[in-house]
């Protein structure tokens, strides 16, 4: 079976310091990748999502950034980090191509930048 | 672009009453459509989609290309209806969009 994991679960971190938060997918391949960030009142705000390794698609611009160095691995980062970047961040994966394709959520990274 | 729309932040029922969560979307080519929801410290889990005209926990949803919307419903509320529930549009490039989310509260 499929299994998201997304770690660190919890991170303080002060100002202008560097982020990464890291995702890895097992039992399956060349999947899906995403970064949301949820918020109260927001929603969940698409980050970034991969199609494949090293094709990254970028929806905000911000401070942040992702990569995929490998299939199955996605990392969501940040050379200088600041207030706003607080947040729940969720990485998920689905399966590529087809209908109706569920996405599958990891626990979720609580960020406090302090 | 693609976008999706949940009007209300918080609706509230009482239990056995009739709940409708509105969803609108606005995308150009043919949109795939789903509803999540979240339960209290659990994950996000699918909940339904719309290519699978099926019915999950009583609730049920239709896509309406005319008005572009994807409205979810459930005859009579429950308690355990009680969550956070996000509508969701895969686009083009496997782009999934969600929207703010609506809180579902159902009232004993």
């Known amino acids: 079976s499929q299994t998201i994991h997304q770690w660190p679960a919890t991170l303080v971190q002060p100002v202008g310091s560097p982020l990464s938060l890291e995702c890895t997918v097992e039992?399956?391949?060349?999947?899906?990748l995403y970064w949301y960030r949820q918020a109260a009142g927001r929603g969940l705000q698409l980050l970034f999502y991969s199609v494949g390794i090293g094709q990254i698609s970028s929806e905000v611009p911000q401070n942040l950034s992702a990569s995929r160095p490998q299939d199955r691995q996605f990392i969501l980062s940040s050379k200088k980090l600041l207030l706003s970047d607080s947040g729940f961040y969720l990485c998920?994966?689905?399966?590529?191509?087809?209908?109706?394709?569920?996405?599958?959520f990891g626990e979720g990274s609580w960020l406090t930048v302090v | 672009a693609q976008r999706v729309t949940q009007p209300e932040k918080l609706l509230s029922v009482f239990k056995g009453a009739p709940v409708e969560l509105k969803c609108n979307y606005s995308y150009s080519g043919s949109p795939e459509l789903f509803w999540y929801v979240q339960y209290s410290r659990q994950r996000l889990q699918l909940l339904l989609r719309h290519i699978s005209r099926e019915s999950i926990k009583g609730f049920t949803a239709d896509l309406n290309k005319g008005e572009t919307s994807f409205h979810l419903k459930k005859p009579f509320a429950q308690e355990e209806d009680s969550a956070m529930y996000y509508c969701?549009?895969?686009?083009?490039?496997?782009?999934?969009?969600f929207g703010t989310g609506t809180k579902l509260q159902v009232i004993p």
């Open positions: 998920a994966w689905s399966v590529q191509g087809g209908m109706g394709n569920t996405i599958y």
């Open positions: 969701a549009l895969k686009g083009g490039y496997q782009k999934v969009t």
């Open positions: 039992g399956t391949s060349n999947p899906n």
